[in-house]
């Protein structure tokens, strides 16, 4: 190599250290920039010559920028739910100009989650990138522009939308479910009451207070047979009172003609309201046709809480020469006795506002599962129709939903669906990617699923203003995934992606990238030197 070549070799080495400074440099300024990925610079000799061994000349060094795209940024937390975070390998797809909610622009792929909302109430980042996802409908489907179920396509970006959270409201809800959640004391006497009550909302919207009543009860099953000729029949049992008294209840049964019977309940010790009714039997069978079941009440001289007693006739049976009455507290079992009310007298409960609820002897429900219940809203309150609600007691033979163990009344939460009318007030993001509108009713919706876009080659994705990249033929195409799904990485709300600039390092490269600069100088002047030398020869 030549003095001159020694000259061109130093001046490459300059040229060289000069842009690797260039990008320490843009590493140093974009140390705070979100979702930055740092670059680091590659050197390589550059060869000259004929192309044999012997005639190959190195004739300096060239830099080159590489940018190390694939790099995981810490996530650092935030607090706002619209900073996103990808812990993982995707990008963001952004568009540079929305209208209407669609993409107009040129799209591009960002690690860069610092999303606010416009004036047009779009999600846009610092940038001015407008992120882009997938349209839900209520039950998280996707759907197209018109509404419309369908199978977005994960190689194209036309099926996305500019998120958009303008225009979103919560419309009423009327109540069709409830879920109650309660254990009543397996200890309680006959006459204890519990409530609890909710809300109930109507077709537009309007709460109404609905309560439910529990009162324990006595659950008696008559049977036997009904001779005739031994008219009238008596028959007693011991009940025990609110208070823990023992009373003797009688039951007795008289003929008053054909296949026709009267039976009173009475009891020394107290009152009884309904205790009188009228039996129908069969005239080929015996059988008895009606009542199959009555109710009566007793109220206490001693002062005990009123006992409601349920009465099951269905056991009964008109044979001459019969064995006669019998009467017992149905074995194994509690029963209860369920009311439903609501607070404004105005509204009329047309059915299921009474119902008998009974337990195992191992405290799990025994039945019924379900009640259902029809309600006539008060006209001059609301406008809408009745309302026709399903209240779940829970599974028969479990304990989950109402039950009956221990000592004490303890109610859960109850579980219903309904709402009033809800204005927005913000958004939920979670792991899945999924956005959620959240309503001052205290409900939420889905509305866009966010994807995640995946390049065979991040790296070879091309550098965008904005912190955004663009596909070249080096990246390779992307596939859209949903979050955390067939690699890609999770999408994390609350939390943006720190630059992955090390200023330490950075620092270090300076340094000796400085060395090397002064070095290669020093090339150039020594060469400079030797010149001036050979020049001076000749004098």
């Known amino acids: 190599m030549s003095l001159y ?37 590659q050197f390589s000799t550059l060869v000259t010559g004929s192309g044999s061994q012997a005639d190959l000349t190195t004739n300096g060094v060239r830099a080159r920028a590489d940018s190390l795209i694939r790099h995981q940024g810490q996530l650092q937390g935030t ?11 995707g990008f963001f797809i952004v568009s540079t100009q929305a209208s209407g909610g669609q993409g107009i622009g040129e799209t591009l792929f960002t690690r860069a989650g610092a999303f606010t909302v416009d004036a047009d109430q779009n999600l846009v980042n ?4 407008y992120l ?27 099926d996305l939308r500019v998120l958009n959270l303008g225009d979103l409201s919560y419309g009423a809800e009327p109540t069709s479910s409830i879920g109650l959640q309660s254990n009543l004391p397996a200890t309680a006497r006959t006459g204890e009451s519990y409530q609890t009550s909710t809300h109930l909302y109507d077709a537009v919207g309007s709460a109404h207070q609905v309560r439910f009543d529990w009162l324990k009860i006595d659950d008696f099953v008559l049977g036997g047979e009904l001779d005739p000729a031994a008219s009238p029949m008596t028959i007693t049992h011991q009940v025990s009172d609110s208070l823990g008294q023992s009373h003797d209840l009688s039951f007795t049964y008289a003929a008053a003609g054909a296949n026709s019977w009267t039976l009173t309940a009475s009891t020394p010790d107290g009152t009884v309201s309904n ?6 039997f069969d005239p080929a069978t015996g059988q008895l046709t009606s009542p199959a079941e009555a109710e009566l009440t007793v109220s206490w001289s001693n002062g005990a809480t009123d006992s409601t007693s349920r009465i099951d006739l269905s056991g009964l049976a008109e044979v001459a020469g019969g064995t006669g009455p019998s009467a017992a507290l149905r074995a194994d ?3 209860w006795k369920l009311g439903v009310s609501t607070a404004n007298p105005g509204d009329t409960i047309l059915g299921g506002g009474s119902s008998y609820v009974s337990f195992n002897g191992d405290g799990t429900l025994q039945g019924p599962g379900t009640l259902d219940l029809a309600i006539d809203w008060d006209d001059s ?19 989950d939903g109402v039950s009956s163990f221990g000592q004490s009344y303890a109610t859960g939460p109850i579980r219903q669906d309904g709402a009033a009318y809800g204005a927005f007030t913000g958004v939920s993001i979670d792991n899945e990617g999924t956005v959620n509108a959240l309503f001052d009713n205290g409900r939420s919706r889905p509305v866009f699923k966010i994807p995640v876009a995946r390049f ?18 080096a990246s390779g195409g992307f596939f859209l995934n949903e979050s955390g799904v067939g690699g890609a990485g999770e999408v994390t709300s609350n939390a943006l992606e720190a630059s992955t600039v090390d200023l330490a390092a950075e620092f270090t490269n300076m340094i000796t990238t400085q060395r090397a600069y002064s070095a290669n100088a020093t090339i150039i002047t020594t060469a400079d030197e030797m010149l001036q030398e050979l020049s001076q020869i000749k004098r």
Do not use: C
């Open 5 to 41: 070549g020694a000259m061109y070799t130093g001046v490459s080495g300059l040229s060289a250290q000069s842009r690797a400074l260039g990008v320490i440099s843009e590493n140093i300024a974009n140390v705070n920039t979100v979702g930055y990925k740092a670059s680091r610079s």
């Open 79 to 89: 607090g706002n739910a619209t900073d996103l975070g990808i812990s993982g390998d």
């Open 126 to 129: 610092g940038s001015g990138h």
């Open 132 to 158: 882009m996802g997938w349209a839900l409908d209520a039950n998280g489907q996707f759907v197209n522009a018109a509404g419309n179920p369908f199978s977005p396509d994960r190689t194209s970006t036309a």
């Open 275 to 280: 205790g009188s009714m009228n039996l129908t």
């Open 333 to 335: 079992t509690s029963t």
């Open 381 to 399: 309150v609301t406008a809408a129709a009745n309302a026709a609600v399903t209240v779940s007691l829970g599974t028969p033979g479990k304990a």
């Open 456 to 473: 065979a080659n991040p790296d070879g994705l091309v550098e965008r203003t904005g912190n955004a990249y663009q596909p070249s033929p």
